[in-house]
């Protein structure tokens, strides 16, 4: 069955420091991949997408993420965090580019100053 | 930037009622989903439309849910008979009909069921 995994439920970094968010997955083909970020009583903000093509992909608020079909992951990361950064966020995969969306259970970030 | 818009923000309403859930997706699009999001867990797929029918439905999307596109800019979710396991964060999508294009997400309809 097609799933998306985020191990860790809750991190916490120092404002500053680097983040990198967990994203694995199981499709049996190359997904459709996505990372969105939601803020309390805010809807998910697209953050970036992977589809296809150069592995290495940019985001929006400096996030980039990188697809490694050797470890089914989709890491997203971020080499300095702000304040503003603290959310839920949420990685997401699709079979197909207009089909629905799995998403994992979501990564708490707390950001301390 | 085009959004998808919800309303109303916050549904409150007895068990057994029926409920309407709008959105208006962004303009030009072509493909709409809705999901939910029960409280403290991860968002689930319910339904996508396409053309003017659902393409895709999950277990959750029972008789008691049915999606319409009544107007060439509205998205509705109607759920017939409310139950108490309703109560969660309702998210409408709406995605751009050509290419690699993402899901856009609205801002939610919270839906609490008394």
């Known amino acids: 069955a097609q799933s998306v995994t985020q191990p860790d439920i809750h991190i916490t970094v120092s404002e500053g420091a680097s983040l990198e968010l967990r994203c694995n997955y199981s499709?049996?083909?190359?997904?459709?991949l996505f990372w969105y970020v939601q803020s309390p009583g805010q809807g998910l903000q697209l953050l970036l997408k992977?589809?296809?093509?150069?592995?290495l992909v940019q985001g929006i608020k400096g996030f980039e993420a990188e697809f490694k079909r050797s470890q089914s992951s989709f890491n997203l990361r971020k080499p300095s965090v702000h304040w503003s950064d603290a959310a839920e966020y949420f990685c997401?995969?699709?079979?197909?580019?207009?089909?629905?969306?799995?998403f994992g259970q979501g990564t708490i970030l707390t950001v301390h100053p | 930037e085009p959004e998808v818009t919800q309303t109303p923000s916050h549904q409150v309403t007895q068990m057994g009622q029926e409920v309407i859930l709008r959105c208006v997706p962004i303009s030009n699009h072509l493909y709409f989903y809705w999901y939910r999001q029960i409280l403290g867990q991860k968002v689930e797929f319910l339904v996508s439309f396409y053309n003017n029918e659902i393409s895709e439905k999950s277990e959750i999307f029972d008789d008691q849910f049915s999606v319409e596109r009544p107007d060439g800019s509205n998205f509705t979710l109607k759920i017939r008979s409310t139950k108490l396991e309703d109560s969660a964060m309702y998210f409408c999508?709406?995605?751009?009909?050509?290419?690699?294009?993402?899901?856009?997400f609205g801002d939610g309809t919270r839906l609490s069921i008394l």
């Open positions: 499709y049996g083909a190359t997904p459709y």
């Open positions: 999508a709406s995605r751009g009909g050509t290419g690699a294009q993402p899901q856009h």
């Open positions: 997401g995969g699709g079979g197909t580019s207009y089909g629905k969306l799995t």
């Open positions: 992977y589809f296809s093509g150069d592995t």
